[in-house]
Every structure is written in C-alpha cells, then in structure tokens.
C-alpha cells in the first residue's frame, strides 16, 4: 500500500509540474495575443515565443493562418505540438535541447526551418523526417551531433535536393555533382556515358574492384639526352632551317578569284573559259 502510494505521489507530482510548464506556454501565448492586439485566432499569422525558458509548447493548431513562428532559446526536447498548422512556412528552433523532430512532416508549406545547436544524433531519422518537405529551401542543422557525419552535408543535400540554402552555405553544383557521383553510381555512370556519347555498360558494377592496367616500363638503355638530335652547324640560320623543316605542316586552300571569270567575260565575250583554279597556302 505504501509503495502503492508513492507511485500514486510521484505520478501526482509529474503531472502538476507538467501543467505548471504548459500553463506557463498559455500565458506566454496569451501574453504575445495581447502584445500583438488579437482578438481572434484567424487574425493570428505569427509568435514570438523566443526565449521563454519553455520546456513544453500547448497545442497552436487553434491558429490555422499561423505562418512565422519563434521558438528559439528555450528548452525544447520535442516538437509534437505541430500537427495541424498547414500554413507554418518559417520555423525557428535552435539553441534548444531537441532530440527528435517527429511531426514535422505535418508542415508540407514550410519553406525555412531552423533546427542549429540542439541535440539531433540521427541524421537518417531527421532526413527521413524532412523528405516529404517539397517546399523547404532553407535548412540549418549544424553544432548537432549529426554533424559529425563525416558526409553529412552531401548526405542531407543528395536526399533532400530542393535545398537551396544549407547551414548558411548555398549549396553548390559542384557539391550536386559530388553527392550523385558517391550516394547514386549508376546515375553517375549514366551521366558520364551521355556526356562521352558512349554506350551504358548494364554489367557494370559500382562495388566491384578496379583493375589496374600493368604500367609500361622504360628500357633500362633509355636516356632522354640521347633521343635528341646534337648535329652542330657553323650558322645558325642553317640550325633554324633544319628545326623549321621539322614542324607539322598546315596547309589553308581556299578558291583563287582572280581566275574565276566575271558574267561579262562568261556571257558577253563568248570566248571559252578556263576552269577556275584552287589556291594553296602551306605553313610550318
């Protein structure tokens, strides 16, 4: 019976202090109403809900038109209380104390969301989270212990590609191109073989080893000084001759116009023409 009675206690004392933390959320949002003049929850289109010490956020889904809202600088562990705000498009919650973001994929019009300096571990489980977010452009999620991913970035951009802007860096082509090439092999080698105009090897295997061509050996008689012509000539000019002579040619032929003949001389002279003559330019 006394063991009976203390749990009865402790669960009496965890439910008090829970509502004490919810009850402070209320007057927190009552307070910013106020502030704001708002009579009606539709009037409602943001909070300001930074830096309240709040551990725990009532339920705003009363606010429909709710598009901007500040939670950061508290002491947030979850964010449950999001599930039918379908207007939100800016979110701000960082420097918070959040472990999980499960219920943000209830907010598809979010296009900025701010999740830096929390507690985040799991980058699958946040980036599982944030897929079906077609509208998000703009991502924070660095001083997380997700980060130390060691391709964390190329990660979070190859499966949520409409990112624009993450950890205040726009994201890159050059960081698209990276991201396909080590999370999609064959897309990449799809790619590749378009832009070479070459066919697509269906046998290729990503995860295969690459053999190694067997490197040409230089003859141990080789010597780069002894391939060299050495001839001495008395006049330089006579030098200079000779290396000209060894250059590749490059001929330009175009049609010599002083041998095609005019419409007067075709027509009126009546005399016979000569074909006309092809004119060749040879250079070294």
């Known amino acids: 019976t006394l063991l009976l009675l203390t749990v009865n206690v402790s669960v009496f004392l965890l439910s008090g202090m829970w509502l004490d933390r919810l009850i402070i959320c209320y007057q927190a949002v009552e307070d910013q109403l106020k502030i704001c003049g708002h009579k009606r929850d539709a009037d409602v289109?943001?909070?300001?809900?930074?830096?309240?010490?709040?551990?725990?956020?009532?339920?705003?889904?009363?606010?429909?038109?709710?598009?901007?809202?500040?939670?950061?600088h508290n002491k947030?562990?979850?964010?449950?209380?999001?599930?039918?705000?379908?207007?939100?498009?800016?979110?701000?919650?960082?420097?918070?104390?959040?472990?999980?973001?499960?219920?943000?994929?209830?907010?598809?019009s979010l296009h900025i969301l701010l999740l830096h300096h929390n507690e985040l571990t799991s980058i699958d489980a946040t980036v599982k989270e944030l897929k079906g977010m077609l509208n998000l452009k703009t991502l924070s999620l660095y001083q997380n212990p997700l980060c130390q991913y060691n391709l964390y970035r190329l990660y979070v951009i190859y499966h949520l590609p409409g990112i624009e802007l993450l950890d205040r860096n726009q994201v890159t082509e050059k960081e698209r191109r990276s991201m396909i090439?080590?999370?999609?092999?064959?897309?990449?080698?799809?790619?590749?073989?378009?832009?070479?105009?070459g066919k697509v090897d269906a046998s290729w295997n990503p995860k295969s080893s690459f053999k190694k061509k067997a490197a040409q050996r230089v003859p141990s008689d080789f010597a780069f000084a002894n391939n060299i012509d050495k001839t001495l000539f008395d006049d330089p000019?006579?030098?200079?001759?000779?290396?000209?002579?060894?250059?590749?040619?490059?001929?330009?032929?175009?049609?010599?116009?002083?041998?095609?003949?005019?419409?007067?001389?075709?027509?009126?002279?009546?005399?016979?023409?000569?074909?006309?003559?092809?004119?060749?330019?040879?250079?070294?």
């Not at 040619?249 to 009546?270: C, D, F, H, Q």
Request: aromatic share 12%.
């Open 45 to 72: 289109f943001e909070l300001f809900l930074s830096q309240k010490e709040l551990t725990e956020v009532i339920d705003l889904s009363r606010f429909k038109k709710l598009k901007y809202l500040w939670l950061h």
């Open 76 to 108: 947030l562990h979850g964010i449950t209380f999001l599930t039918r705000n379908y207007c939100l498009t800016e979110l701000y919650l960082n420097n918070n104390a959040i472990f999980e973001i499960e219920g943000l994929h209830y907010l598809p």
């Open 181 to 197: 090439t080590i999370f999609n092999h064959k897309k990449a080698h799809v790619i590749q073989s378009i832009a070479f105009r």
């Open 237 to 284: 000019e006579d030098a200079v001759f000779v290396r000209s002579m060894k250059r590749s040619t490059m001929a330009i032929t175009s049609l010599n116009w002083e041998t095609v003949p005019t419409r007067e001389e075709k027509y009126l002279e009546g005399k016979e023409t000569k074909p006309a003559q092809m004119l060749t330019i040879t250079l070294r």
